[in-house]
T-cell receptor, first 114, second 118 residues
Framework: GQQLNQSPQSMFIQEGEDVSMNCTSS?????WLWYKQEPGEGPVLLIA?????ELTSNGRLTAQFGITRKDSFLNISASIPSDVGIYFC??????????????FGQGTILTVHP | NAGVTQTPKFRVLKTGQSMTLLCAQD?????MYWYRQDPGMGLRLIHYSVGEGTTAKGEVPDGYNVSRLKKQNFLLGLESAAPSQTSVYFC?????????????????FGPGTRLTVT
């Protein structure tokens, strides 16, 4: 099946630092989504991207849809302790038969030290 | 507007027992999904539904059955639980939104059910 390679697998940073993570695929996607999952909760949608080259922000979070349509990036600026969690990327393949099925990355575990 | 809800939140089963997990959404979404999440494995699709009365297999369907008798509910059943089914189960729902000239399906997740099979 399709695979998304998400990196890094984990990050340990100090409060105030910036964070970058990315996802790459061997397939082209027409939608990239970024989710955050806090301990004991379900994933929550942070940012959705629909066009190659698109750059979208949500507060301190900025995500980009790669030009090749095979990758996406998420940056968090000036991290704070509540940024702790697992961040997932997800891609949607083009075509009418995907029925909304998403391919998920393995997740990036973010730890922020005060 | 509760979004996606799941019951129960926790459950412990003995090997061979059966149970049903309930997912309900109040957003009038056509599409619903069941995932399992295991450490280091990300989210894997078990079954999904594109509308009331329809179901289809996902990536890891063996040992599970599903039903979508009502649009707002999606049930996941384990007929004979095995220790390998110990996991956290998430339900999600979506709708077809027109974005940049195509349909995009942003999925919204429930809070999860933590299942342990001993």
């Amino acid at each position: 099946g399709q695979q998304l390679n998400q990196s890094p697998q984990s990050m340990f940073i100090q409060e105030g630092e910036d964070v970058s993570m990315n996802c790459t695929s061997s397939s082209i996607f027409n939608t990239w989504l970024w989710y955050k999952q806090e301990p004991g909760e379900g994933p929550v949608l942070l940012i959705a991207l629909y066009k190659a080259g698109e750059l979208t922000s949500n507060g301190r979070l900025t995500a980009q849809f790669g030009i090749t349509r095979k990758d996406s990036f998420l940056n968090i600026s000036a991290s704070i302790p509540s940024d702790v969690g697992i961040y997932f990327c997800a891609g949607q393949l083009p075509g009418g038969t995907s029925y909304g099925k998403l391919t998920f990355g393995q997740g990036t575990i973010l730890t922020v030290h005060p | 507007n509760a979004g996606v809800t799941q019951t129960p939140k926790f459950r412990v089963l003995k090997t061979g027992q059966s149970m049903t997990l309930l997912c309900a959404q109040d957003m009038n979404h056509e599409y619903m999904y069941w995932y399992r999440q295991d450490p280091g494995m990300g989210l894997r699709l078990i079954h999904y539904s594109v509308g009331e009365g329809t179901t289809a297999k996902g990536e890891v369907p063996d040992g599970y059955n599903v039903s979508r008798l009502k649009k707002q509910n999606f049930l996941l059943g384990l007929e004979s639980a095995a220790p390998s089914q110990t996991s956290v189960y998430f339900c999600a729902s979506s709708y077809a939104a027109t974005r940049a000239g195509f349909f995009s399906y942003e999925q919204y997740f429930g809070p999860g059910t933590r299942l342990t099979v001993t």
